[in-house]
């Protein structure tokens, strides 16, 4: 065997056709490095728009003054399993990945369910001309329920988009199946 010449920056004696014995990284670990990167974003987004909706729920409601426990514990929970989603991300932690999945997306629907009663958007929906006249003008709702209506449908293309993030993540961290 012969040793490493200090002036030469490659070992003596491999004539370069050793690459079929190097390391390959295997393909879903790639998947894996690109899906957590897509998870951190949607995260970052999610908690921008879970800020937005702490606002939503801190507004007064038109029928009922009293204070909204249902969607402020809707935004604390969400914010939990946020953190505790984060935590699997990082730690490729696929039980905390799924509770985070299932948890957000129950806290997501009670917040929006919840926000939509306070301000009666559905009856507002219901109720205005846009639907008798097939005609597109929106000048029965309020600019508060239209801001409120286009915050709950970004809320749930991007709950979607994220469980589907998540899905696709703990797809490709699964070990792979054994052939027999």
């Known amino acids: 065997m012969q040793h490493r010449k200090s002036t030469s920056g490659r070992p003596s004696g491999t004539d370069?056709?050793?690459?079929?014995?190097?390391?390959?990284?295997?393909?879903?670990?790639?998947?894996v490095a690109?899906?957590?990167?897509?998870?951190?974003?949607?995260?970052?987004?999610?908690?921008?728009?879970?800020?937005?909706?702490?606002?939503f729920t801190y507004l007064p409601g038109i029928e009922v003054d009293a204070p909204n426990t249902v969607a402020y514990s809707s935004v604390i929970v969400?914010?939990?399993?946020?953190?505790?989603?984060?935590?699997?991300?990082?730690?490729?932690?696929?039980?905390?990945?799924?509770?985070?999945?299932?948890?957000s997306s129950v806290a997501m629907l009670l917040l929006i369910a919840s926000l939509a009663k306070r301000h009666l958007l559905l009856k507002a929906i219901q109720?205005?001309?846009?639907?008798?006249?097939?005609?597109?003008?929106?000048?029965?709702?309020?600019?508060?329920q239209i801001g409120l209506l286009l915050y709950i449908v970004t809320l749930l293309v991007l709950k979607l988009c994220t469980v589907k993030a998540v899905v696709s993540l703990l797809f490709n961290m699964a070990p792979p199946k054994k052939t027999s």
């Open 34 to 55: 690109k899906g957590k990167k897509c998870l951190s974003l949607h995260f970052i987004i999610e908690t921008v728009l879970l800020l937005i909706g702490a606002m």
């Open 16 to 31: 370069g056709s050793d690459y079929s014995y190097r390391m390959v990284v295997d393909s879903r670990y790639q998947l």
């Open 78 to 103: 969400s914010v939990v399993s946020l953190i505790i989603g984060n935590i699997g991300r990082r730690r490729s932690r696929s039980g905390l990945l799924r509770f985070y999945a299932v948890v």
């Open 127 to 144: 109720d205005s001309k846009f639907w008798r006249t097939g005609k597109y003008d929106v000048n029965d709702l309020s600019h508060f």
